[in-house]
C-alpha cells in the first residue's frame, strides 16, 4: 500500500515537472495563400479560366533540399486545387484518405499602379500524420 503511495507521489511529481504536451507539425518559416474567394481578393475578377496548367513548382519538405519541377496544376477561380506529378500520382484540396491535411492555393496577384498584372503565386502545404510536411510554392 505504501508502494502505491510512494509511486503515485513520483509519478504526480514527475508530470508537474514534465507535463505531457501535445504536438503540433508545422514547416518552419512558411506562410500558405488562404483560399479566396473572388470578392475578397485583391483583384475584382477571375484572372485565370479554370483548367490544367503547366507550371514551374518550387518544393520544399522535412526531407529534401529544395527541388523545382514542371507540374500541371488544377485551377477553379483562381484557386490551385490539384497537384499533378510527373509519376502519374496527384493532391487535391478535397477529402482524401491519404492522412494529409492541404492549406491554402489561393493566387495572390500582384499589380502595378495601373492594375495590370505583372506576377502572381500560391504557396500550398501539406502536413502529414508522424511530423511529415510539403510545401509547394507556384509562381506565375
Same mark, same amino acid.
Given at each position: 500500500?505504501? &508502494? ?16 505531457? =504536451? +501535445? =504536438? ?12 479566396? $474567394? ?9 484572372? %485565370? $479560366?479554370?483548367?490544367? @496548367?503547366?507550371? %514551374?513548382?518550387? @518544393?520544399?519538405?522535412?526531407?529534401? +533540399? ?5 507540374? $500541371?496544376?488544377? #485551377? =477553379?477561380? $483562381?484557386? #490551385?486545387?490539384? #497537384? ?13 484518405? +491519404? ?19 505583372? +506576377?502572381? @503565386? &500560391?504557396?500550398?502545404? %501539406? ?14
Amino acid at each position: 500500500m505504501k &508502494a502505491n503511495k510512494f509511486l503515485y507521489g513520483v509519478v504526480t511529481l514527475l508530470l508537474t515537472v514534465f507535463p505531457i =504536451q +501535445s =504536438q503540433t507539425y508545422n514547416p518552419p518559416f512558411v506562410s500558405y495563400t488562404p483560399v479566396y $474567394d473572388v470578392t475578397q481578393r485583391n483583384l475584382r475578377q477571375v484572372v %485565370l $479560366d479554370d483548367g490544367v @496548367y503547366e507550371v %514551374l513548382v518550387d @518544393y520544399k519538405s522535412n526531407t529534401t +533540399s529544395r527541388e523545382q519541377y514542371v507540374l $500541371d496544376v488544377r #485551377i =477553379q477561380n $483562381d484557386n #490551385i486545387t490539384h #497537384i499533378y506529378f510527373n509519376n502519374g500520382g496527384y493532391v487535391h484540396n478535397g477529402v482524401n484518405y +491519404s492522412d494529409y491535411t492541404w492549406k491554402g492555393g489561393g493566387i495572390r496577384w500582384n499589380v502595378d499602379y495601373s492594375g495590370n498584372i505583372i +506576377s502572381g @503565386y &500560391a504557396v500550398i502545404q %501539406l502536413t502529414y500524420d508522424g511530423g511529415r510536411w510539403q510545401v509547394f510554392t507556384i509562381n506565375f
